[in-house]
């Protein structure tokens, strides 16, 4: 089975940043898109950014100009690069990759567990 696993969250002051990475593994034919997703508690889970297999990028207007997506395809494994960090970027932070599976025809959307973002004031 397919699985993705998300690392790289933590504590960090204002201003400061952090990289995300994610990487998929498991029964893998292709990963199309991928992308990143947060939730503050109570809140809803909106898209932050997005990337497809050949590069092409989608940002949240409110991470434009301080967080990069970016992706190395011989890895499985895509990135966040967050800077200038701020308070309101706190949040549980989820991969999301579009995958077909090996000896599949058909494309599955799959979530990893998450990694915590804090962002200290």
């Known amino acids: 089975q397919v699985q993705l696993v998300e690392s790289g969250g933590g504590l960090v002051q204002a201003g400061g940043s952090l990289r995300l990475s994610c990487a998929a593994s498991?029964?893998?034919?292709?990963?199309?898109?991928m992308g990143w997703y947060r939730q503050a508690p109570g809140k809803q889970r909106s898209l932050v950014a997005t990337i497809t297999s050949g590069g092409s990028t989608n940002t949240a207007n409110s991470v434009k100009g301080r967080f990069t997506i970016s992706r190395d395809n011989a890895k499985g494994t895509v990135y966040l690069q967050m800077n200038s960090l701020k308070p309101e970027d706190t949040g549980i932070y989820y991969c999301?990759?579009?995958?077909?599976?090996?000896?599949?025809?058909?494309?599955?959307?799959?979530w990893g567990n998450g990694t915590l973002v804090t962002v200290s004031s």
């Open positions: 498991g029964s893998i034919f292709r990963i199309n898109d």
């Open positions: 999301n990759a579009k995958i077909i599976p090996r000896f599949s025809l058909y494309q599955v959307g799959y």
